[in-house]
């Protein structure tokens, strides 16, 4: 008796353990993905890549931005209408120059990931202003049908010193 309990017991803590090790690979390999897609997400801003948001941003994708303007995927699709860097910007439409991310911290929990960062953007935005300064983000992924999305984006400018 005590035998089978013992192994019972090995066979329990067995199977704990490979579906605690599983499910740290699916978080691992979730990490990973989202990161390639913040790089990807960085690049098409730079390169005025609106297909890439039209994939990427979820139907209930909902912006709020730094002044606390809120938006849904509609009216951030219809506000910016990206120029890329070596066209020269049209009225109404943003243009980068450069955006850089640091701080970037991702972490999952199953199908969502939480990214937060610091991003420094340089460029023109749709009313023909300075993008200039750091800004604090909040980006949320879900995967959805076999691929990540984002579904909500929030941004806090830093205050300069």
């Not at 860097?85 to 943003?94: I, L, Y």
């Amino acid at each position: 008796m005590r035998r089978v309990i013992v192994i019972l017991a090995a066979g329990i803590a067995a199977i704990s353990v490979g579906r605690g090790r599983s499910e740290e690979d699916r978080n691992t390999r979730a990490e990973r993905d989202v990161r390639e897609l913040e790089a990807q997400l960085n690049r098409a801003v730079i390169e005025g890549d609106r297909a890439f948001f039209e994939r990427t941003l979820a139907a209930d994708f909902t912006h709020t931005s730094h002044s606390g303007e809120f938006k849904t995927r509609a009216e951030w699709m219809a506000e910016n209408k990206f120029a890329s860097p070596n066209e020269k910007p049209a009225p109404g439409r943003t243009s980068y120059v450069t955006f850089d991310v640091d701080d970037l911290a991702v972490r999952t929990y199953g199908d969502t990931a939480v990214v937060t960062g610091r991003s420094t953007p340089k460029g023109r935005n749709a009313k023909g202003e300075p993008i200039r300064g750091q800004y604090r983000f909040l980006r949320v992924w879900v995967k959805q049908q076999g691929r990540w999305q984002v579904v909500a984006f929030e941004g806090t400018r830093i205050a300069e010193p």
